[in-house]
């Protein structure tokens, strides 16, 4: 999320050309096309095995970079986890990061703010079930959210609940085949 006068004021302008029809249709683009990029772009690196016995662990590590423009306030790394696992999920990241899950996703975050140019990261860890068979496919990475400036403190459920925050995902399909 930017803290630059510039994004505000690109704000203010796209508030401004929704509230006076007489700005002209070409302001209005020029500031449109700037609004629909993200705040902050992720180049997202994730590791796992290629091969796990049933009934295995996966070990999955997310690593992403934050290519700018902005520094990233609102920002969740994790995804959909694989169909067949059991038991506790572990995780490991920088001292800080904290992780919630539910029956589909799995998504962790710190108490800081992303630079640009920095890096952050988490390491997943999850147990297959003895009678899991096939590929197990994960779909990870990082989740990013343009939050308007003073409303980078909300929690995920917030910001979905208030809506109308223009999200951005960084990541990809894991897939691990299961074999034995």
């Keep these: 999320m930017p803290k630059s006068i510039t994004k505000a004021a690109a704000f203010t302008l796209i508030a401004g050309a929704l509230i006076l029809p007489a700005v002209p249709a070409s302001a209005t683009t ?60 572990y995780y490991g990241g920088p001292k800080g990061t904290k992780c919630e899950t539910d029956t589909v996703e799995f998504w962790c975050w710190g108490p800081w703010e992303l630079e640009k140019g920095d890096v952050d990261w988490i390491g997943i860890e999850v147990t297959l079930k003895k009678n899991t068979k096939g590929v197990a496919t994960a779909e990870l990475g990082a989740l990013v959210y343009d ?19 223009k999200r951005w995902f960084y990541g990809k399909k894991v897939k691990t085949k299961i074999t034995g």
Excluded: C
């Design 30 to 89: 020029a500031v449109k096309a700037s609004a629909d990029e993200p705040y902050s772009v992720m180049k997202t690196t994730i590791t796992a095995p290629k091969t796990v016995k049933r009934g295995g662990k996966i070990s999955y590590r997310i690593k992403v970079l934050n290519t700018g423009p902005h520094q990233a306030d609102a920002y969740w790394l994790g995804g959909k986890l694989p169909k067949g696992i059991t038991g506790k999920i």
């Design 147 to 165: 939050v308007p400036i003073g409303m980078e403190n909300l929690d995920k459920e917030e910001i979905d609940r208030i809506g109308g925050f």
